[in-house]
């Protein structure tokens, strides 16, 4: 059974939101940990107090680089939903299902927790695991690790064609039924007119118009700014 708190589209744009700052607010502190002059966009202007701290995308490149942080296709996965759904909500029209938001919600409090656990040694992971007081948010994460053992169970029995979700950013999206087997997400799903690959039509920067998956639409445009012919 999933989480029993009910929310309105309003309250899970704000949860996402918060959850995503968390992550990137423990992105920082790594870095403040390993170099104060590391949090700001611009290094040479520290230790000024004008200065722009880093933004997300630059921040978890400098923990790779700078801290040789290794993360797993799963951490990343939740890394690009935190960061991509923060940016829906904050610039684009948003709409989203109660069982999608507990499935994303949980997947970016497994890395929250996992995170804080491994690199600044929080020992966050283990207290909402134990301690009642974190039993609301330990029901999202077990929701949502359940929710991705099973669809890997399912994909792997069935042997289920699936492919990278553009919400939670799973590889667990059906790509006969169109919908995510971990989050739900409903798509229309698209063939590649290049490689006849089949593609979720939000995926692409323009879409059902140019009719290429991601991958042949960075290629047609990579070989336009740069004047080639395949």
Partial sequence: MGPVN????????RIIVDFAHVVELLFKEKLRQTHSAFVFDNIDKYPSNDAFTVGAEKVFKRLQKICN???SKEEISAINTAREKRNEIEHFEFSITEHEAKALVGQVLSFIFSFADEHLNLEWK????????WLILRQYTEFYDDLLRKAQ?????????????TSCHNE?????EEACLV???SEEVLECKWCKEPY?????EYGEEAQLCPSCEWKDGYAAANFEKY
Avoid: M, P, R
């Fill in 6 to 13: 009910k929310n309105g589209v309003g309250d899970w744009k």
């Fill in 69 to 71: 942080i290794q993360f």
């Fill in 126 to 133: 283990a207290s909402h695991l134990k301690d009642g007081k």
């Fill in 153 to 165: 169970e399912k994909i792997d029995a069935n042997e289920i064609y699936v492919i990278k979700c």
């Fill in 172 to 176: 667990t999206f059906d790509v006969d």
């Fill in 183 to 185: 989050c739900g997400h």
């Fill in 200 to 204: 979720i039509f939000s995926s692409c």
